[in-house]
């Protein structure tokens, strides 16, 4: 075969109960609920499929088998960048500047989440809120 590092399988089911170290979900939401995250054996979930968790509770259910959810619209936060950047007239490196700070963002949530003993994705939100709202305090300030 051409690529004998790959191991193919059958379907999703399949897929999410093989020995894996990160499901990717990236097409479909509601790809993880009660039962994909009984059988899921991967201890990372980094997914840029939009609304992955089938119910608020899915992601209880992640964090009490180990499961290390990163946040959807964090994942995707890179295409995001992309057509931000492309409203000021496209330029690569600018995009790519801006795009390395995802990183250290996805870090702080993951910190916050800890720290708090809250989700991740609850995390996520926390810290997108303060920064909607350190933006809509500058937006206050009149320079002269």
Do not use: W
């Not at 992601?59 to 000021?88: F, M, S, T, W």
């Not at 700070?101 to 003993?117: K, S």
Request: net charge negative.
């Amino acid at each position: 075969t051409t690529h004998p590092q790959v191991t193919l399988v059958d379907d999703t089911s399949a897929l999410v109960a093989a020995d894996i170290d990160v499901y990717a979900p990236c097409a479909l939401g509601g790809a993880l609920n009660d039962d994909t995250v009984a059988v899921l054996r991967a201890k990372v979930i980094a997914g840029a499929a939009n609304n992955q968790l089938a119910h608020p509770g899915v992601e209880k259910l992640l964090a009490d088998r180990g499961i290390l959810y990163a946040p959807d619209y964090v994942v995707n936060a890179g295409g995001v960048i992309q057509v931000a950047d492309e409203i000021e007239g496209f330029d690569f490196e600018r995009a790519k500047l801006r795009a390395t700070g995802i990183y250290d963002t996805t870090r702080e949530i993951l910190r916050l989440a800890e720290a708090d003993g809250i989700p991740p994705a609850v995390a996520a939100d926390r810290l997108a809120e303060r920064r909607m709202a350190e933006v809509g305090r500058l937006r206050t300030i009149h320079l002269r």
